[in-house]
């Protein structure tokens, strides 16, 4: 599932990273890209993100720029986005197009997720109520319930999700939302939530134009299964995502069992822990239902064992699944 929606006009616009006013110059149709706006933090006199944000501001056509993406701000894992997101609402009234917004937008390579320390994002949905799209990524990502009536796409994407955020998405007014997609991370990285917050969200009630939900990346996506498996908002998604986590024999079951799944164009399960056995059940059953179904990366229980130990027949220690991204 792409996180764009299709019927948007500033989808898939190539990214232009911003150079400084002679690179602004150059772009003849300043809407026409997705602006990336970066700390370089390979120079060793490069300007502090404030300073390049300002002067994107001022050489820039922000009156026309539909999306906007962020990447590296200054001493990334000591200090939390809080500047970056006053900067950003400061010049709401400069970006009256603003469409799409991506606070987070650091690649792999450049670091770690657990290395993002994000913060309250909820004054950006007030300070832009026609955002459609809103992508964060990185940990301490904090939400207070709000009411958007534009917003269509909301991802996060961390290694700990806090439980209060959790709570939040689903006491959020979002009767616009297509798109929601949550990783709920592991314990070490901050995730501390479990089935029983996500019952806002499950129930939909505060959802009505809900078309994809991923609850994704949980060390319990057993539990956040069977949960799906017969919350109300199941029949009105096209779509739904519960990959990336650790999720076994008993979730894959449940889902089976719960209500029926044949109003869904794709399911995606990839990254499980299942049994050849439940797999094969899993993928008869939704073909039979015209459901395409990703069961991609099977993994297998790690153990924690003394080495040469593991496998053995008198073998006892522990074993244990894991959620994709965590650090």
């Known amino acids: ?8 006009p500033f989808v898939d616009l190539p ?3 911003y150079r400084g006013p002679e690179g602004a110059a150059a772009v003849t149709d300043h809407a026409a890209v997705a602006w990336h706006v970066s700390f370089d933090r390979s120079q060793r006199r490069s300007p502090l993100f ?18 906007l993406r962020i990447g590296t701000w200054d001493e990334l894992g000591d200090h939390g986005s ?8 400061e010049a709401a009234g ?9 606070l987070g937008d650091i690649p792999w390579e450049q670091s770690e997720i657990s290395w993002i320390t994000q913060s309250d994002v909820t004054p950006l ?6 955002l459609r799209r809103l992508v964060v990524r990185g940990g301490g990502v904090r939400l207070r319930p709000v009411r958007h009536d534009a917003l269509r796409l909301l991802r996060i994407e961390t290694g700990g999700l806090p439980a209060s955020t959790a709570r939040a998405v689903g006491a959020a007014d979002l009767p616009s939302l297509h798109h929601l997609e949550l990783w709920m991370g592991e314990e070490e990285y901050g995730a501390d939530s479990t089935v029983d917050d996500l019952a806002g969200i499950l129930s939909g009630e505060r959802l009505p134009s809900l078309r994809h939900l991923g609850l994704q990346n949980s060390e319990y996506q057993d539990a956040i299964a069977a949960a799906v498996a017969t919350a ?3 029949p009105r998604l096209r779509s739904l995502g519960l990959s990336m986590g650790a999720l076994g024999d008993a979730g894959a079951t449940a889902l089976l069992a719960g209500r029926s799944l044949a109003h869904l164009e794709t399911l995606d399960l990839s990254h499980h822990f299942m049994s050849d056995e439940v797999m094969g ?3 008869r059953h939704l073909s039979a239902l015209g459901v395409a179904v990703d069961l991609d990366e099977q993994l297998e229980e790690e153990h924690d064992c003394e080495e040469g130990a593991e496998g053995g027949p008198d073998c006892d220690c522990v074993r244990y699944r894991y959620a994709a991204v965590g650090e």
């Open 1 to 8: 599932m792409t996180d764009h929606d299709r019927t948007e």
């Open 15 to 17: 990214v232009e990273p």
């Open 50 to 67: 404030a300073e390049v944000f300002r002067s994107f501001c001022d050489h820039v056509r922000t009156g026309e720029v539909r999306e």
């Open 82 to 89: 809080e500047e970056v997101v006053a900067l950003l609402c």
């Open 94 to 102: 400069r970006l009256p197009e603003l469409r799409a917004l991506h």
């Open 125 to 130: 949905l007030e300070a832009f109520p026609r």
């Open 232 to 234: 109300p908002v199941l």
């Open 281 to 283: 059940r899993v993928r």
